[in-house]
């Protein structure tokens, strides 16, 4: 980040959620991960007015007063909270799929500490007074803090600039014309130029869309079976190329969103090799789904991008595990029941996701082996780092951003409902290992799984 | 069978007893009357969101000559085009509990959600681009009758391969009965992976001559504005089946209805090799089985799977 930058992001705090009691508590014998920190060990941990107070060794710290007691029986995990680059709250607008409150709700129950809101909104996220609206209902209605990223062009045209400037002095993140791509190379690199001035994560969709246009899923085998219209992956690959290509060019800074497939791997490492600033994230699903998931035409496989062959999916996990990619994203994207009963061409793009990502890529990648537990911590938190933001820390002084997860614990997603207002999640019905028991977020309790049992001291 | 949605859900038997049961159909078809009971006080509801004539007038047909009631519901002119959707269509008609519903629509795997969504037998007359597997099942009865079995006959599908839903059915349905299939058309219109279906794939017609059976597509002319191809003489220059490209021992078929001097020259459709006629006359007798085999043959069994299905039908896996 430039140093003109800087000066924008201390105007307004980035992060907005409702302030909620700060916790007291004693996280007894759990056992702490986290990498940043160099933890990987047994430990009492007490939060005391929403802060690590103290770590000891297991069993020696008591509850004090008002304090409430937590028992890791020497097997839980404590892991800091996950941060998520990519979620759509459809708040102003679209309130019958999420709002702010539902979906950081589904977020807490996932085990994230915080989320980065999407603007294709209605009214789109373009001007200053929406985004102070925005956060001040943030400020009502959020369960963990949200970050906000406006639109790059007014109203996701592609063909004027929103006024960057002012949104950042607003306490905007970043920019992202999520769910659309920046067509036009020019409309782009004047966005590049600008950040210059106001600093801020560009983050992109990458599609062409005359390569994409009418596509309902991946193009390949089962698209040809099924009759329907294919999106080619290299709809993507081509424009993670062009615009990291632009961002080197321009010096710039772009995080790429939702990687799909293979060549868009090495795209973004290419560019990486060459010292650009580029940055990117992948989405569950794309780590654990492919083409073959959607024979059955269940509309909850339909998103965007589409779910891609096996051989992509294992190119995402190498570039996860290697770092080419820097972090995980659910692109949480909620839509109503009725929305997605319909045919699958008709159905629109997306899955939710916040509530299954943890336990969807511990049971499919870490008990796997293909990543380590450690590995999945880090990239699951990666993405504060990625926008300026601090990463959630387990240290003494540090505000209480925790999760703590049983690895053991099963359940079959969607069985007891979902915290979201939408059910279209396309891991619903499977089983999965991994379950969030507690979720503390900016200092304060955001979920409390029912069957934690917590004691009062 | 309860429902008849796509040809992938049938085996070499199935559709053995199905254009079996259509030969004994067709002897009622020569007689001065051409109706059977068999499915007297059922009723086939039509529900059709695409215009077709041949389609739904030969259903029409067939569920009159059983003695089924017939309704046909256009989506046109309709709730559906005040904003109703798919599902809130189908439950409404489903009040007026049909055993059957004919459906056609544009959107690959509507007929698998219906049949989810109501408890009559659900025939697919064509789901977008996916499958058309009536006509996949008469084109296999009208070559049982001109040509008898069609074990390891050489069938070339050649056209518009990408938007077909005959081609997809076909493709399945002669695979089944022991054909090799070759498709041929333009690159711009042959889909990507098409071959992970078993068939072979070409780009000229220079081995049309290998074939026993050529099955020529409809090309429709709304392909030229999106520039599938440059322009209608260039494809019927390069892909049209004319009496220069087909030798006298192949037999000539077409789903209808024909773009003479597009994807056919007229003097094939007039030659004697071409069964395109037959096709026609074939549609309404296989419908007739297909109607009987879903509504008559296991009508108990049916309606046994349809309570188990009410339970556990919405979970997709």
Known sequence: MSAAASSFADDASPLVGASQPPAELLLRDVRVLDPRAALDARLDVRVRDGRIAELGEPGTLEAGDGEELVDGYGRLRLLPAFFDPHVHLRTPGQEHKEDLETGTRAAAAGGFGAVIAMPNTDPVLDSAPLLRSLRDAAAREARVPVGFLPAITRSLQGEQLTEMAELRLQGALGFSDDGKPVRSAGMLRKALQYQRLCGGVLALHEEDPTLSRGGSMHEGAVSAALGIAGIPTIAESTMVARDAALAGYEDARVHFQHLSCAASVEAVADAKARGWRVSAEVSPHHLLLTEEDVRGMDTRMKMHPPLTTDADRLALIDGLRAGTIDCVATDHAPHARDEKEVPFEQAPMGTTGLETAFAALHTGLVLTGALDLAALVLRMTAGAALFGLPAPLIAVGERANLTLVDLAGEWVAGEHGWESRSENCCFAGRRLRGRVLLTLAAGGVAHRDRALAMVEA | ?317
């Open chain 2, 1 to 317: 069978m309860n429902h008849l949605i796509s040809i992938e859900d049938l085996d070499r038997a199935d559709i053995e007893r199905i254009v079996a049961q259509a030969e004994r159909f067709a002897e009622v078809a020569d007689r001065e009357i051409k109706k059977v009971p068999t499915l007297r006080g059922r009723m086939v509801l039509n529900l059709f969101y695409e215009a077709s004539t041949r389609t739904r007038s030969s259903f029409e047909l067939a569920a009159k000559r059983l003695s089924a009631d017939v309704v046909n519901f256009a989506a046109s002119g309709s709730s559906v085009e005040k904003g109703e959707s798919l599902k809130d269509t189908v439950l409404t008609l489903s009040a007026h509990k049909p055993d059957a519903i004919v459906l056609r629509t544009p959107w690959a795997g509507a007929s698998e959600l219906v049949a989810k969504w109501c408890s009559a037998a659900i025939v697919n007359a064509g789901d977008g681009k996916h499958e058309h597997p009536t006509q996949a099942l008469l084109d296999v009865y009208t070559l049982r009758q001109h040509v008898g079995a069609i074990d390891d006959a050489s069938i070339w599908i050649v056209g518009d391969v990408m938007h077909s839903r005959v081609a997809r059915s076909n493709i399945l349905a002669f695979q089944r009965m022991g054909a090799r299939v070759t498709v041929a058309g333009p690159p711009t219109l042959i889909p990507r992976g098409i071959e992970q279906l078993g068939c072979d794939v070409r780009y000229t017609l220079d081995e049309l001559r290998s074939a026993d059976i050529v099955y020529a597509l409809r090309m429709q002319r709304e392909r030229m504005s999106e520039t599938w191809v440059p322009s209608l003489r260039e494809y019927a220059s390069w892909y049209q089946i004319n009496g220069r490209r087909l030798t006298p021992r192949q037999i000539l078929m077409h789903p209808g209805p024909v773009n003479r001097g597009v994807e056919l020259s007229g003097e094939v459709v007039d030659s004697p090799q071409a069964v395109i006629t037959a096709q026609v006359e074939a549609g309404v007798v296989v419908r007739m089985a297909v109607l009987f085999e879903l509504l008559a043959g296991a009508r108990e069994q049916r309606s046994l799977a349809a309570v188990g299905g009410a339970g556990g039908g919405s979970g997709v896996a």
